[in-house]
């Protein structure tokens, strides 16, 4: 058989499941981190429940996606494993297929996470298809939210585990008491949870600003400006509806194309 009629025969099953984002609607990448307990837990010593060194890494990596891995993303959030990215409405790539999308993010994500580390770390990845704006300043709003609720309970899951409970015991602890009480119970302890530096109750926002760069006409030798973009990371996010304002004018950012300008 020759290879154009294998090709023919065999490529269709490789393409039969394919899925793609409808035109015009909103992409948000969630890329989550795979074995991550057991990486941070018992492969590496990072300081728990939170540790800045885990934290840049994982900032690199949004910043990575941003900026190196071929698409149009307007926003990036992380916290904890997890990074989310916004897309630019009107992004393309790879016709838009979830296969191709869903491998490449994850890939990508693992890779440089990797090189950061130094040791292996995987990513696995899945896409919202938003089809309005007020679903994905929900979408980020969620994000925001399970952060705050995964901070708390895991400051009360570690105080708990370092007083020499169980990993059981502390989990069941923590099962039964509700947000109040979690908070009553770090105070009690000498912690209060809104004095927790921001990034780890509210998680990093990551976006692009522009902003002029000065230069030199080569030929005339006049003073010129050029508009430039670069990428701002705030760890201070603000909360609820300022949040939700914020999120607002992004994805306004994210329904216009924007492409071809310049990044340093």
């Avoid at 899925?19 to 890329?31: G, H, K, S």
């Avoid at 074995?35 to 690199?60: A, C």
């Avoid at 989990?171 to 209060?192: C, M, P």
């Avoid at 430039?228 to 194309?257: F, H, I, M, T």
Wanted: charged share 30%.
């Amino acid at each position: 058989m020759h290879f154009d009629e294998l090709d023919a025969k065999l490529r269709v099953y490789e393409t039969a499941y394919d899925l793609c984002v409808l035109p015009d609607v909103y992409m948000v990448a969630r890329i989550d981190g795979r074995g991550f307990t057991r990486l941070t837990k018992d492969v590496l010593d990072f300081e728990r429940p939170f540790d800045e060194r885990f934290r840049d890494l994982m900032l690199e990596t949004t910043k990575h996606l941003m900026s190196e891995a071929g698409f149009n993303v307007v926003y990036g959030y992380t916290e904890s494993d997890e990074i989310s990215l916004l897309f630019q409405r009107d992004e393309a790539s790879f016709g838009r297929k979830l296969r191709k999308l869903h491998s490449i993010l994850a890939g990508e994500a693992s890779a440089k996470f990797t090189h950061l580390l130094g040791s292996v770390a995987v990513f696995d990845c899945r896409i919202s298809a938003l089809p309005s704006k007020r679903l994905v300043v929900d979408y980020f709003r969620w994000r925001n939210e399970d952060a705050h609720r995964n901070a708390l309970s895991a400051h009360c899951y570690w105080l708990m585990r370092n007083q020499g409970a169980s990993a059981r015991a502390a989990t069941r602890a923590i099962e039964g008491k509700s947000v109040a009480d979690k908070h009553e119970f770090l105070f009690q302890h000498g912690i209060n949870f809104t004095e927790l530096p921001a990034w780890q109750r509210r998680g990093i926002g990551v976006w692009w600003e522009a902003y002029e760069k000065p230069g030199t006409n080569p030929q005339t030798g006049e003073a010129t400006r050029a508009s430039r973009r670069c990428l701002k990371v705030e760890p201070e996010l603000p909360l609820k509806d300022a949040y939700s304002d914020l999120l607002e004018s992004l994805v306004e950012q994210a329904g216009s194309s924007d492409r071809g300008k310049r990044r340093d």
